[in-house]
């Protein structure tokens, strides 16, 4: 026993990484606690470790940043033209459902008050083809993709009914595969069929916190307010949630 | 860019070894990761509207954020690496859509749970101001060591890869530049305490 210092202190990486032996471990242990000096000197160790980690991530993030300039335009995802020609097809649905809305409300004296309002929270989300998987070799469902992106709703769906019958593919893209069919069915007011899509997706999936939101404005347009509410609410109590805002407000609006 | 980087085909459990092997294979994994998940930017940036520029710096930080979480094996594959992937860049992202990029390097500060071991033995990371203060004490040593650090300490490179990216005659010149460097590092720490 009572081997130097320099001896303990050459076993500290290991023990910090959890690569002593029991009996190695237990060693340590009661010298740490038999020499300050020794203790003092584990503490400066790690400071110096942590030290060295937060510079490594700091230069890892630098390494990251700049590998996006060696990327050419082309393969750079999104671009400014998108955008912009996403917007305008955004304006025009606001526009085409803003009248729909409203002569739907005016023939329908059981709408709840909250479908007016409801038609400034309700736009597509954006399915762009050019960022698909390159993989992707599934044709009924980049046709698909694009009569949604046309707003041809019906002819989506029917395209996406294809899709379904690949298994794999649909297994793999159901989070994209329902909330497309979802927010079509929602676009056709079938709200039973949209609400059954977007239940199928499961809460770890990425496109969850998006079918979230349209499943609750779908509940809305339905006018099961109870049911939208338990949907915003859950959207509201998620700290991240993209929607988080909107969410609260529509909450306000139900109450109202 | 290596064409290795562009390769897809890696499974997610080959990944997370290649990550925590550390030296050359970690390179290789982190240049993969960079292109795996490039497909989620157009996502995350029509959704939240954020520029290019932070789209791309909340991205490089989740991709950071996302080898920590590996490094500490928080990560061990029980969801799809891509979902697990995705959650991140979206809290990430959000939090700079909040916050209007004023937290730019914030979120790689985290140091207080980096290695839980460390934490329960001193519980000396927990203030983001604590991990600002190791930042500039690294900042202070000259190039020449923090890279010898760095490879050692984060990139995980073995003594004999560390002399022959830095150039030294061999195992032993590495190991003994990478102790003098590290006792210049705890001296710099000392200063402050």
């Not at chain 1, 993709?145 to 046309?150: K, M, V, W």
Request: aromatic share 10%.
């Amino acid at each position: 026993m009572n081997k130097d210092l320099e001896y303990y202190k050459n076993k500290f990486d290991d023990y910090l990484d959890g690569h002593l032996n029991p009996e190695q471990l237990e060693e340590l242990k009661t010298e740490l606690n038999a020499r300050p000096n020794l203790s003092a000197e584990l503490e400066r160790h790690v400071q110096a470790r942590a030290a060295i980690r937060a510079f490594g991530e700091h230069d890892q993030k630098d390494k990251f940043n700049s590998m996006f300039d060696d990327i050419g335009p082309s393969e750079n995802p999104p671009n400014q033209p998108k955008t912009k020609s996403a917007l305008i097809w955004a304006l025009l649905g606001v526009a085409v459902l803003a009248a729909l809305f409203l002569f739907y409300n005016n023939s329908k004296s059981t709408s709840t008050n909250i479908n007016k309002p409801l038609i400034a929270y309700l736009e597509d989300p954006s399915a762009n083809l050019t960022r698909q998987n390159a993989k992707v070799s599934n044709g009924d469902w980049l046709a698909g993709l694009e009569a949604y992106n046309n707003q041809s709703y019906s002819q989506a769906l029917e395209y996406f009914e294809k899709v379904r019958t690949d298994e794999a593919f649909a297994t793999d893209n159901t989070g994209q595969l329902n909330l497309y069919s979802g927010v079509c069915n929602l676009r056709l007011e079938n709200h039973d069929k949209a609400i059954e899509a977007f239940k199928t997706v499961p809460t770890n999936n990425p496109m969850f916190d998006e079918v979230q939101w349209y499943l609750a404005l779908t509940y809305l347009q339905k006018g099961e307010n109870k049911n939208a509410t338990l949907v915003l609410q859950a959207i509201v109590d998620q700290s991240s949630h993209f929607k988080k805002g909107e969410a609260k407000e529509l909450l306000l609006r139900i109450k109202e | 860019m290596s064409d290795l980087s562009r390769n897809t085909e890696f499974t997610d459990a080959e990944l997370l070894e290649m990550i925590v092997a550390g030296g050359q294979k970690y390179q290789q994994a982190s240049e993969i990761l960079f292109h795996k998940f490039q497909g989620f930017i157009p996502k995350v940036q029509d959704k939240l509207h954020l520029s290019q520029t932070h789209i791309q710096d909340a991205y490089s930080d989740a991709l950071v954020k996302l080898i920590r979480q590996i490094k500490l094996k928080k990560f061990r594959g029980e969801s799809k690496l891509s979902t697990y992937f995705f959650s991140i860049f979206n809290n990430t992202a959000v939090d700079v859509s909040r916050k209007n990029s004023s937290n730019k390097n914030i979120v790689t500060q985290e140091l207080n749970d980096y290695n839980l071991r460390e934490r329960d033995l001193l519980q000396i990371l927990e203030a983001k101001s604590e991990a600002k203060n190791l930042m500039s004490k690294m900042a202070q040593l000259g190039t020449t060591c923090q890279k010898i650090l760095m490879d050692w300490g984060y990139y995980g490179y073995s003594m004999e890869e560390i002399a022959k990216r830095a150039k030294l005659a061999n195992e032993g010149s590495a190991r003994s530049m990478k102790f003098k460097c590290l006792k210049k590092l705890k001296s710099l720490l000392d200063v402050e305490a």
